[in-house]
């Protein structure tokens, strides 16, 4: 080897405190992309640390930006301090996540147009939107046999007018079955409320104080009571629609599906209603398969057996009475379902269990299986997947509220 070579390959190395820290830092930083991009690509995992940051990073449009922002810096530094290692990893890191971020736009752009639905981008990115509507907090729809008030929120519609009444939308909160609270989505409230919509925003009882059947037993407590109460709240009857996210979805359904079943009754003497029409934001219709079949299995089964009491070996009869497909029939409630394909917590595998029973049996139904979209991908309201919901759930309840 001679001294040109030698030069050349002892220019790489690193010299002084500042080369090394950035060749550090690269190398940190390349390890936990390389980990990160493996949990954006292959959604599964939850609770694992990474498996989360790569929920964040789908569901949330600027997350990938900040971490590119930083790469960026550290590029910048390793450039004007010659860290050559530094700078030749960090080239790549900006690269590919320019495509992490830039992919599932492209995606969902072109997923909405086939869709034939306008989907705005600087409100990907720059849209905020405020909670500004009124609502009445923690009015107590029922008392169960052994003391506990049943509590929900009412947002009004806007331009509440005595001389019509107005569509309901009864909604459900997700967390699992075992956690969350009403007021989870204030947005989607207060953009029901703005369309004419009134909105009865549902508290139920979850483990360790709830058994299996309380829950939806439940959220037909409170459809009954918003019918008797109607002329209170200026709201047609016949069109009470139920709307759910995640566990909030399954009840919705179930509670829609298996309306009058005496397999699971109401928590407290309210009478049967029809349900006009369901809501399902990437809520599991097959309890058994989807503890069976789940990409963060550690979670979901943990969940499941505190809300059921068990698994499906123990409790079969439970996980089949508690799967809305259980109940579908000619006259189960027109339905929409958004699901995202990168949903880590339910597969697509339950959407289209869904889909193929609801054909079957002849029901109006839509399915929509957004690209690259995770599990509460309209948490962040302006995204480009929550912007697709909302128009999507906007024509699906105006089809159905005539």
Known sequence: MDMGQLKQLTSWRPRGFIQWLLTVLAVV??????????????????????????AIALVMPTFLLSINVVVLILLGLAVWKKALIAWSILIPLVLLLSFLTVEPIIKMLNYAKNENVSISLSSHFFGKTEITSKFTQDVVYGTTPDGVELKLDVWPAHGDSKESLHPAVVKVHGGGWVSGNR???????????????????????????????????????A???????????NIDPEKINLMGDSAGGNLAMLAAY?????????????????????????????????YKNDPSPDYVQSVMEQYIGGTPSQFPDR?????????????????????????????????????????????PHELYLLPRADHVFDAVPDSLSAQ????KVKAFLQKNNK
């Open 29 to 54: 930083t390349f390890s936990f992309i390389f980990i990160l991009t493996y949990y954006i690509w292959n959604p599964v995992g939850l609770p694992n640390i990474m498996s989360l940051l790569g």
């Open 183 to 221: 007021g989870n989505t204030p947005n989607w409230n207060q953009w029901l409320s703005e369309l004419g919509y009134t909105v009865f925003d549902v508290e139920y009882r979850m483990p360790p104080h709830a058994g299996w059947k309380d829950e939806v037993a439940d959220v037909k407590s």
């Open 223 to 233: 459809i009954g009571w918003i019918a008797e109460h109607a002329d209170a709240y």
């Open 258 to 290: 298996s309306m009058g079943d005496i397999k699971l009754p109401p928590s407290t003497n309210v009478p049967s209603v029809h349900v006009n029409s369901v809501i399902n934001l990437y809520g599991p219709v097959d309890m058994t398969e989807f």
């Open 319 to 363: 996980y089949k009475i508690l799967s809305p497909i259980s109940y579908i029939q000619e006259n189960t409630p027109p339905t929409i379902t958004l699901l995202g394909t990168s949903d880590r917590i339910v597969p697509e595998e339950q959407a289209e269990i869904l889909n193929r029973k609801l054909k079957e049996n002849n029901v």
């Open 388 to 391: 697709f919901a909302y128009e």
